[in-house]
């Protein structure tokens, strides 16, 4: 295995060089650093409410201000960090367990059931998808688990795609023809051909994906069906802040840049990847 | 105040939503115009700032607040609420009551037209009494018409209803709007007619079009019985978001809209602000409880309501939520108004008092957690997604009771879900919601003990033979002192119960641009006369040709 | 060709069956019913009201039977009428609100074609320059900020401190009082904002796609080829790289309506823009059974056109689709 391990280490290599990816990937480390110590970057709670100080601009007590509950907004763009990422990231691994699940069963099966799949895709993509989020986080209710797992659910079309045209390409490969022959069942061949070669572009459709369910988020947020206050999102955050935003500048600029930054950052590191999984760019 | 402001408030009921129902006037106007002559003048138009579109504008088959705003230009009831919230005749002139209470008589206006110049007479009204009752429309309001025994019309301008026994609501229930027959007998269900989107009425104003999702605008009715209204014309802008409806009234797009607390105290409160518009603010017809469902384990004791009671921070939650501008709830009614009974029994906020009624109760602090029979007390409050002053409220409440050793979680839904889950099927612990308060204090189906059952508003399950009695004495006499002697008892029995917690009553906040002369504010708040509502010549901005 | 396009069609309305099955169980499972919004907590609703209004509806049958009358209305065109008070036909909603949200759509695509395109290829020439790596930053910037927070910040400063552009709104209240030229001018003034903001959010997609597709094909043997002969480079990348790397470019319109229509739900409510999204909103708010089921078919239909519009092109382009 030292041929894969060797090809990691080119990978990570042409990755840390792109200069865009790496900034992209710090942004991403930082904020993961923010959600998993929050203690260390706020001092407040992000729930304290103190009404003798509602709408406070930024001062030495609380750097980024405080909100329309006099809450501190430091604290709540930290502890929104966590909801925020959480969100994506279950969003996305349910997206790309679907999608996964989907495109080898399509791909290594063929037949009706590829045909069956692939038509449930097919359609699944013809419905806009934020229609559809919509209609179904207002018929159920806006929860936080509701909506990673409404986004999730609405978003494996293309991992599933992507999976099953790679499937299908090195079914007829020899060499998993040489591996059958030997007597591996589905499962190893699965594992040890096809997931390792879809790797990179799985990985390029999740941190996209990411990106993509924060901004879902915060869009929901803006029409009163995303996470619900009082727990902090980056998305009800800047809702907040939206109906003040010329008086309380402080209350939408920073969970606005939060996201600005976050999304930015993923798809930064999203791109990367991609150039640096595709080594027939190198030359250029 | 925000986006869905239909769910925000309460769907309530046509009549009160037409007069803009508020109390105790308070006009804030700062700058007023400089040294044009204050003389009413005929001309300009008035661009209202409306958050949902119109839904149609027959106020019978329709329930939001904004259809019924809109509807409100057009048609006209029998009564209608002045400007101290008393009935008083519209389109009927005067009207009699029996001696037993039982049969109404109503004299009718003389001289009225509809907007297409036919003549109104008795037989409109009779014919809107029937769609009313008729199973064909399709009405949330029939309610009170089917109480009628016998409807009739001896001549073309008196119209009289008899009732089974005295009905006090059912004066109030003819401000419905009156129908033209000769425009409608034709469609069995009105819904469905061409009046819906091009109504017809008696009304101050004419229809002129209605752009979905856009607009609505309406010209000065020349031929108005109270004579032609100043203002010619009258458009209302849909603009779903709050804060772009600000951003056009401050750019000269809208003139009159509602603001929200942070709006009226942050954000107008410049030099610039107060040269250009006129801020109100009076009490508004609604309060914000938390309701608990009473057959629950932790709040069958009236002990541990009224500890909650005491744990609530009214105050916080008026400062916090609505910066100050309400007041506090003692009961369901509205603060000034007659049915209001200022002396019941008050829960200032002390937690001391609180913790003591808890213990009183069974239940022990444990870790900073009340516990009782090894249970920790710990419940969900519910409320309806999107509507920020809950959602505030709810915080503010779920810090006040951490205070007392309560831990309450906070669970939002979207209106219909919460209505047909988690209402309808009893399956809450504590609610926070609101109540439009209606003028007639009749609160029979909120209170009584009959309704109780499935969909029925008395979901917490309040039941008091007490007050039983007392709101079925209320509505069934017009006699205004033994009503009240009925309806202040209740407000004592239901503070001393606390099957709610009222919390707060807040202000409407209107603010119209200055140029608007003419504007009185009273507890009905400021629209009330809007047909005397002008701009002087020289301030005229838009040229409309009447 | 004709064979090709007929064939495709006939694919479609399986598919838009099976679309309309899908978002008609999806909200019939859902809690909370149509009749809700009207009566709920209504004093004056009582429970027999309800049960007429229920009927009334035809909310009272079983679903199949529901499904049943709704897709054989669906086949002539007819979906049925609205749940909301006025009463109207969901096509007839539907069509008073189609043009604006298309318009806007169609322009903000226009515009992410002008942009993106020169963007794309530029970077893609001149890969790994400054140029490239600002217009990277500036175009995922586009997508990653929130909507309706830039369209406010845009409102304050060219509508309320510049005083340059209307806020909200699709026409100014003087508009039926314009002349033609007027009439264009100002609803012109009204989408600028929308548009610039729909397409600033939709320029990363399109330029990045067609810079990979423009690096993929400048190392294509051709070009190389093309260099070799000693063709002046804009000639190379032009002529020959170029308009290969646009073919694709085609297809991607297709698959952007869906992604186009959801996002209107957010540029109409904050811009007042009386379309499509604002009305799906409603109906959401609101459980219209009928409007929510036929925007949901018009959104799948309009996708399902873009894509067949889209393969059509691409076949009339690339002569071997054609052949085949």
């Known amino acids: 295995m030292n041929g894969s391990r060797a090809i990691g280490r080119d990978f990570a290599r042409r990755l840390l060089r792109n200069r865009l990816a790496a900034a992209g990937g710090a942004v991403i480390l930082f904020f993961f650093l923010v959600s ?80 069956v799949l692939m038509r449930f895709v097919d359609m699944m993509l013809c419905f806009p998808t934020f229609f559809l989020i919509l209609s179904v986080i207002a018929f159920l209710d806006p929860s936080i688990l509701n909506i990673m797992a409404v986004i999730g ?23 998993v023809a040489a591996a059958r022959a030997q007597g591996a069942g589905d499962a190893r061949i699965i594992f040890r051909h096809v997931l390792p070669n879809t790797l990179a572009p799985i990985l390029v459709a999740a941190t996209l994906g990411v990106a993509g369910a924060i901004l879902t988020e915060s869009a929901l947020s803006f029409l009163g069906i995303g996470v619900q206050p009082p727990t902090p999102s980056w998305g009800n955050i800047l809702t907040a802040g939206k109906d003040n935003i010329e008086y309380a500048w402080w209350l939408s600029l920073f969970p606005g840049l939060a996201i600005l930054f976050t999304v930015l950052g993923y798809n930064l590191l999203g791109e990367g990847i991609r150039d640096a999984a595709d080594p027939r760019l190198k030359g250029r | 105040m925000r986006k869905p402001l239909r769910r925000a408030v309460l769907p309530s ?8 129902a508020c109390g105790g006037g308070n006009p804030e106007s700062a700058g007023k115009g400089t040294a044009v002559s204050d003389v009413p003048a005929y001309g300009d138009a008035i661009v209202e700032g409306s958050i949902g579109d119109v839904s149609g504008f027959l106020t019978a088959v329709t329930t939001d607040a904004s259809s019924h705003e809109a509807a409100g230009y057009v048609f006209n009831g029998l009564v209608r609420y002045d400007k101290d919230l008393k009935l008083e005749g519209e389109l009927a002139e005067s009207w009699e009551i029996s001696p037993d209470g039982k049969r109404i008589t109503f004299h009718l206006r003389k001289g009225v037209k509809w907007h297409d110049g036919a003549p109104f007479t008795s037989d409109d009204v009779m014919f809107t009494y029937r769609r009313m009752i008729d199973p064909r429309t399709p009405t949330a309001y029939g309610e009170d018409f089917r109480q009628v025994k016998r409807a009739s019309a001896p001549d073309s301008l008196t119209f ?39 109504p017809v009425g008696t009304g101050p104003y004419r229809f002129v079009e209605w752009k979905t999702g856009e607009k609505v605008v309406f010209d000065a009715n020349p031929d108005y019985f109270e004579g032609k209204p100043y203002i010619s014309r009258v458009i209302t802008r849909v603009i779903p978001d709050q804060a772009t409806m600000f951003l ?31 801020k109100y603010k009076y009490t508004s017809s609604g309060y914000t409880y938390l309701g608990f469902r009473l057959s629950n384990t932790f709040f069958k004791d009236k002990r541990v309501r009224q500890a909650i009671a005491y744990a609530a921070d009214k105050k916080a939650l008026i400062d916090g939520v609505l910066l100050g501008l309400g007041q506090e709830a003692t009961g369901p009614y509205k603060p000034g108004t007659w049915a209001y009974n200022p002396n019941v029994r008050k829960y200032p906020h002390d937690p001391g008092q609180a913790k003591a009624l808890l213990n009183d109760a069974g239940w022990k602090e444990k870790d900073g957690v009340l516990v009782k029979d090894g249970q920790p007390f710990e419940f969900t409050v519910l409320t309806n997604a999107g509507n920020d002053a809950r959602a505030k409220t709810a915080a503010i409440l779920q810090q006040n009771l951490a205070e007392v050793g309560i831990r309450m ?119 009330y006369n809007f047909v005397k509502w002008y701009v002087p010549a020289a301030l005229q901005k838009h040229k409309v040709q009447p | ?95 008073e609100r189609i043009p604006i949200t298309l318009t806007i759509n169609v322009l903000s695509m226009g515009l992410i074609f002008l942009v993106a395109i020169p963007v794309g290829v530029y970077s893609a020439v001149h890969k790994g320059s400054l140029f490239d790596r600002i217009s990277t930053v500036a175009v995922f910037t586009g997508f990653a900020i929130p909507t309706f927070w830039l369209a406010l910040l845009l409102m304050i ?103 186009l229509l959801g996002g209107s739900v957010i540029f109409e409510t904050i811009f007042a823009i009386p379309g499509m999204g604002q009305l799906f909103y409603q109906g959401v708010m609101s459980r219209d059974y009928p409007l929510i089921m036929g925007i949901l078919t018009i959104g799948a239909f309009l996708t399902l056109l873009g894509n067949l519009l889209a393969d059509v092109g691409y076949a009339l382009a690339d002569p071997r689709i054609r052949q085949g």
């Open chain 1, 36 to 115: 998993a110590l929050p203690g260390l970057f706020a001092s407040h709670e992000p729930n304290r409410i103190d009404i003798v100080n509602i709408l406070r601009p930024p001062s030495a007590a609380h750097p980024l201000g405080t909100d329309d509950l006099g809450r501190d907004v430091l604290a709540r763009v930290v502890y929104g960090a966590r909801v925020s990422l959480k969100v994506g990231f279950v969003a996305v691994g349910i997206a790309t367990a679907l999608g996964l699940l989907v495109g080898l069963l399509s791909g290594f099966y063929g037949g009706w059931v590829d045909a």
């Open chain 1, 153 to 175: 659910l609405t978003g494996w079309m293309g991992v599933a795609r992507l999976v099953r045209a790679e499937t299908l390409s090195i079914k007829e490969r020899d060499f």
């Open chain 2, 13 to 20: 009921i046509a009549l009160f939503l037409m007069f803009a």
């Open chain 2, 160 to 198: 009289v209803v008899e009732y089974a026994r005295p009905f006090a609501p059912a004066l109030a229930s003819w401000g419905m709007h009156v129908l033209p027959k000769h425009l409608l007998e034709k469609y069995p269900d009105i819904s469905k007619s061409p009046l819906n989107k091009k």
């Open chain 2, 248 to 278: 056009e009234l401050k750019s000269g797009g809208v003139d009159i809209m509602t603001l929200t607390p942070p709006q009226y105290v942050r954000q107008t409160e410049t030099a610039e602000f107060r040269k250009s518009f006129n």
């Open chain 2, 409 to 527: 979680k906070i669970r939002t839904v979207e209106w219909a879900a919460f209505i047909n889950e988690f209402i309808d099927k009893r399956k809450f612990d504590a609610v926070i919601l609101g109540w439009n308060i209606t003028p007639d204090p009749d609160q029979f189906d909120i209170w009584h003990s009959s309704k109780t059952g499935p969909k029925e508003l008395n979901f917490v399950g309040f039941a008091n033979p007490e007050v039983d009695r007392l709101l079925d004495e209320g509505r069934s006499t017009f006699d205004l002192e033994k009503r009240m002697k009925a309806y202040f008892r209740i407000q004592e029995i239901l503070a001393e119960e606390q099957p709610y917690v009222f919390l707060y009553v807040p202000e409407a906040l209107p603010v119209v641009q200055n140029r608007f002369r003419g504007i009185v504010p009273a507890p009905a708040g400021i629209t």
């Open chain 3, 1 to 95: 060709m004709l064979r090709y396009i007929a064939r495709r069609l006939l694919l479609t309305v399986p598919l838009l069956v099976g679309i309309s099955l899908v978002s008609f169980l999806m909200m019939h499972m859902a809690p909370g019913g149509p009749i809700g919004s009207g009566t709920d907590l209504n004093p004056k609703a009582t429970a027999e009201s309800r049960a007429r209004l229920k009927a009334y509806y035809g909310l009272d049958r079983p679903l199949h039977v529901q499904y049943g009358r709704w897709l054989g209305r669906m086949a002539t065109l007819d979906f049925g009428d609205s749940f909301s008070p006025d009463g109207r036909s969901v096509a007839e909603k539907i069509k």
């Open chain 3, 157 to 259: 400063l060219f509508g309320v401190t510049l005083g340059w552009l209307p806020i909200s709104g699709i026409s100014s209240l003087d508009y039926e009082s314009l002349g033609t030229l007027g009439r264009i001018a100002d609803r012109g003034r009204h989408l600028v904002l929308p548009v610039l903001l729909a397409g600033f959010g939709g320029l990363a997609g399109m330029s990045r796609y067609m810079r990979s597709n423009m690096l993929e094909v400048i190392r294509q043997d051709y070009v190389a080829t093309a260099r070799a002969k000693g063709l002046p480079e804009g000639t190379v990348v032009f002529r020959h790289a170029m308009r290969n790397a646009l073919l694709p470019v085609i297809t991607i319109l297709g698959l952007s309506v869906p992604d």
